[in-house]
T-cell receptor
């Protein structure tokens, strides 16, 4: 699976949009971009995933560049409860035989009041 | 609550003792995963089951570690002769078999070996 690069930490003011970048310059044509987050002392939580088109759900939006070498996760109105480590993961369809996730160290997003 | 359940949430054990953790996946999920997470790191894959079959094991899973999933339902992870380096959060996740479906994680079991 392709390696991803994320900033180690970011701050965001409560109520503002949080834009979390991820670089995946070696992504293959059939690999998806997934985002998970992990709130302190909890298990990771799925947020969103996409292949090449922008995606939106009730939690966030995912913007993938046309060349697919980078993406941005957008939390439109960050709250204090969004403070967490956010992981960007690229994965082949069906994750290979196992569908396993390969996590990096993620971005610690601190939402400030 | 119909999410992934792990028990216990916390375990403190003396070095050299054996410990066993349990994971109850979401009932209709046939894929089950174990991950380990140390402080400041992302979760690392340990092993994977499809139904009752253990189909992949990471090289992180030493001979002291064994996992089972009898009858394809709950799973157990046993660590024999624990070492201080085994101290970590052990996470269980489950998912459907096919497609680009997301994995659902439990709250984890935090192991401290003293």
């Amino acid at each position: 699976d392709a390696k991803t690069t994320q900033p180690p930490s970011m701050d965001c003011a409560e109520g503002r949009a949080a834009n979390l970048p991820c670089n995946h310059s070696t992504i293959s044509g059939n690999e998806y971009v997934y985002w998970y987050r992990q709130i302190h002392s909890q298990g990771p939580q799925y947020i969103i995933h996409g292949l090449k088109n922008n995606e939106t759900n009730e939690m966030a939006s995912l913007i993938i560049t046309e060349d697919r070498k980078s993406s941005t996760l957008i939390l439109p109105h960050a709250t204090l409860r969004d403070t967490a480590v956010y992981y960007c993961i690229v994965r082949a369809p069906y994750g290979g035989a196992t569908n396993k996730l390969i996590f990096g160290t993620g971005t610690l997003l601190a939402v400030q009041p | 609550d119909t999410g992934v359940s792990q028990d216990p949430r916390h375990k403190i054990t003396k070095r050299g003792q054996n410990v066993t953790f349990r994971c109850d996946p979401i009932s209709e999920h046939n894929r089950l995963y174990w991950y380990r997470q140390t402080l400041g790191q992302g979760p690392e894959f340990l092993t994977y089951f499809q139904n009752e079959a253990q189909l992949e094991k990471s090289r992180l899973l030493s001979d002291r570690f064994s996992a089972e999933r009898p009858k394809g339902s709950f799973s157990t992870l046993e660590i024999q002769r624990t070492e201080q380096g085994d101290s970590a959060m052990y996470l269980c996740a489950s998912s459907f078999r096919a497609g680009n479906t997301e994995a659902f994680f439990g709250q984890g079991t935090r192991l401290t070996v003293v």
